[in-house]
C-alpha cells in the first residue's frame, strides 16, 4: 500500500469529524475557530538518509525543516506564525551539532517572522528524526487543490528540478564541473524557499494550488485527483535554473529527474484565462511561468514527451 493508500484507509475515516481536516488530502488543515480566525496547520517529518543527508550541515536541516513547513502553509495562502519541533535524537548527537542546529532554526524563525512555542526531544537507536508543525493564520480565503475548472491555465513558479539534481551532487551521482552551478543545486536541496507571498497574493486568482515536493508531475496529478480532472504540460515550458538547463543539455535524460524528482518546493496553481493578465502584473518576489491547461481527462499528459525523447515514471517520491 503506498503512502495516500494509507493514509485514506487508516487516517482518513478519523478525520471526518472536522471538515477544516479536508480529508487529510490537502497541504494543511483549515481549521475554523469559534471567532470565525482560520488556522492553518501542517506537520512534515524528515529522516536522515531519506530527506536529507545525515552529514549536511546541521543548520541547513534545521532551515529546510522550517521551509518544508512553511511551503505547506504558501500553498495554502496562509500566514505562518508559530512552530513545535519534536526530535528524535541518535545518542551520539554532540554540543556542537545541536548549536548549529539551533542557529539555523533561529535565523529562519527570524527570516520569516515566526516563533517556536513547543514541541518535543526523546533518544533513538534509529537515525535522526525531525518533525514540526507550522501553525499560520488563513485570510477570508484559502486556497486548496480541489477547485480547479477544465480549461484552466496551469503555473508553476521558480525553477523546477534543483532540488532533486541538487541530490544527485551532493550524493555523488552526477557530476557538475561548473562550481558556481554545483553550488546552486546543491543550496536547492538543502535550502528550498516557501513562496509564501505568492501563496498569499494568489488567494482570490488562483482556483487551485499546492506545493511541489513529491514531483511536479506527481503533485500536478494529486491536484488532479483533488479536482476530479486531468492536465495537459509541455515539458519545454517547464521552468529550468541555468544549472539544471546545463546539467539536462549534458543528459537530456534528467529532464524525467527535474519533472518527477521532487524537493522544489515551489508552487504549481491553476487560473482561469481571464486572470492571465493579473498573473502577469503579480509582484509576490518570484516569477511564474504558464506550462499547460487543465482538461476533462484523468492523470498528467505531457504533450511533449515524445518529441523530447523522455520517458516517464510519473508517480513520484514513493515512501512505501
Ligand atoms: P504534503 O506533501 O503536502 O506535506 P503529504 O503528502 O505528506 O502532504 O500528506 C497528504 C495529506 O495527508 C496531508 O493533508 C497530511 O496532513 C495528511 N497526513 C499524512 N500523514 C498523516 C497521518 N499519519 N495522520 C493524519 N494525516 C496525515
Ligand atoms: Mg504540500
Not at 528524526?129 to 484552466?152: C, F, I, K, P
Not at 480532472?229 to 539544471?244: E, Q, Y
Request: hydrophobic share 45%; aromatic share 4%.
Amino acid at each position: 500500500m503506498d503512502e495516500f493508500g494509507l493514509i485514506s484507509k487508516y487516517f482518513a475515516p478519523i478525520a471526518v469529524r472536522e471538515p477544516g481536516a479536508l480529508g487529510l488530502r490537502d497541504d494543511a488543515a483549515v481549521l475554523t475557530l469559534s471567532d470565525g480566525a482560520r488556522l492553518v496547520c501542517t506537520t512534515d517529518a524528515m529522516v536522515a538518509g531519506v530527506h536529507f543527508l545525515a552529514d549536511d550541515p546541521p543548520g541547513d536541516i534545521a532551515r529546510k525543516l522550517v521551509r518544508v513547513n512553511l511551503s505547506d502553509l504558501a500553498a495554502m495562502g496562509a500566514r505562518p506564525r508559530w512552530l513545535l519541533l519534536a526530535l528524535a535524537l541518535p545518542r551520539t548527537t554532540d554540543d556542537p551539532w545541536l548549536a548549529a542546529f539551533s542557529a539555523g532554526l533561529a535565523a529562519d524563525c527570524a527570516a520569516f517572522d515566526v516563533a517556536l512555542v513547543g514541541g518535543d526531544t526523546v533518544a533513538t537507536d534509529g537515525p535522526l528524526t525531525l518533525s514540526l508543525t507550522a501553525l499560520g493564520e488563513g485570510g477570508a480565503q484559502v486556497l486548496t487543490r480541489s477547485e480547479a475548472q477544465g480549461g484552466d491555465d496551469i503555473y508553476v513558479s521558480g525553477t523546477i528540478g534543483d532540488g532533486a539534481l541538487g541530490l544527485l551532487v551532493a550524493q555523488g551521482k552526477l557530476v557538475c564541473k561548473d562550481e558556481n552551478a554545483r553550488n546552486a543545486l546543491i543550496a536547492g536541496y538543502r535550502v528550498p524557499q516557501p513562496r509564501l507571498a505568492l501563496g498569499q497574493a494568489l488567494c482570490g486568482i488562483a482556483t487551485a494550488c499546492q506545493d511541489v515536493s513529491d514531483g511536479l508531475l506527481a503533485d500536478l496529478g494529486h491536484l488532479c485527483t483533488a479536482s476530479d480532472l486531468g492536465a495537459r504540460i509541455t515539458a519545454a515550458s517547464v521552468p529550468l535554473s541555468d544549472a539544471a538547463r546545463a546539467a539536462v543539455r549534458m543528459d537530456p535524460a534528467l529532464l524525467a529527474t527535474v519533472l518527477s524528482g521532487g524537493d522544489d518546493y515551489e508552487l504549481v496553481f491553476t487560473a482561469p484565462p481571464a486572470a492571465r493578465e493579473r498573473l502577469e502584473g503579480l509582484e509576490a518576489g518570484v516569477v511564474i511561468r504558464r506550462i499547460g491547461v487543465m482538461t476533462q481527462g484523468g492523470g498528467v499528459e505531457v504533450s511533449d514527451a515524445d518529441i523530447l525523447r523522455i520517458s516517464l515514471e510519473n508517480k513520484g517520491f514513493q515512501h512505501f
